[in-house]
């Protein structure tokens, strides 16, 4: 079973700076590497599939990047919306699996 | 509009069963996969396991298989998870997820969750 491992544990920022969030996976993953933000009794939300792909309704300020066992989301200028935990997620040979999230949270 | 609506919160005592779940709209619900996913009080997501409901095709995360059943009926776009004899360690949030985009890789709409609180 792939392992994911996400870094920093939290990411103490200012609005209008940029975060940048990293999710390594124990091997090397397909393309199927999705992001997600959740927010405090919400459900998690897609923002990113397919390592780059921004799902419907996504801000551009959302990017993600990567490929084999790194990867990378980008928030280009936190938004006071976008504090949150951020989990990245893989699937290879039908198994899903979650990193243990990054928070996000007001500097 | 898609959407995914899952049943109430359940209050249950340790050794009963459960049956929750998921009901889809606003798309073609046997010919996308649905998965369930456990938060437990204060922590992460994880993946319990996943079916397509078109044929009921079920895969399970090697840490849940055994200890819940997942299934569907499409016929009602609604899927289920259910559990034989509840612990105390299963109080969590439980959401289900459609697995829509990337092969499908991702989950793209989710239920609102469901509070299950296992307690003698």
């Known amino acids: 079973e792939i392992v994911l491992t996400q870094s920093p544990a939290t990411l103490s920022l200012s609005p209008g700076e940029r975060a940048t969030l990293s999710c390594r996976a124990s091997?090397?993953?397909?393309?199927?590497l999705a992001w997600y933000q959740q927010k405090p009794g919400q459900a998690p939300r897609l923002l990113i599939y397919?390592?780059?792909n921004r799902a419907t309704g996504i801000p551009a300020r959302f990017s993600g990047s990567g490929s084999g066992t790194d990867f990378t989301l980008t928030i280009s200028s936190l938004e006071p919306e976008d504090f949150a935990v951020y989990y990245c997620?893989?699937?290879?040979?039908?198994?899903?699996?979650f990193g243990p999230g990054t928070k996000v949270d007001i500097k | 509009e898609v959407q995914l609506v899952q049943s109430g919160a359940e209050v249950k005592k340790p050794g009963e069963s459960l049956k929750i779940s998921c009901k889809g709209s606003?798309?073609?619900?046997?010919?996308?996969?649905i998965g369930w996913v456990r938060q437990m009080p204060g922590k992460g997501l994880e993946w319990m396991g996943i079916?397509?409901?078109?044929?009921?095709?079920?895969r399970y995360s090697p840490s849940f298989q055994g200890q819940v059943t997942i299934s569907a009926d499409k016929s009602i776009s609604t899927a289920y998870l259910q559990w034989s004899s509840l612990k105390a360690s299963d109080t969590a949030i439980y959401y289900c997820?459609?697995?829509?985009?990337?092969?499908?890789?991702?989950?793209?709409?989710w239920g609102q969750g469901i509070l299950v609180t296992v307690s003698s």
């Open positions: 079916i397509y409901p078109g044929d009921s095709d079920t």
């Open positions: 997820a459609r697995a829509g985009l990337g092969g499908p890789g991702a989950f793209d709409y």
């Open positions: 091997q090397s993953v397909s393309s199927y």
């Open positions: 606003g798309y073609s619900f046997p010919n996308y996969w």
């Open positions: 397919d390592a780059s």
């Open positions: 997620q893989q699937r290879s040979n039908w198994i899903f699996t």
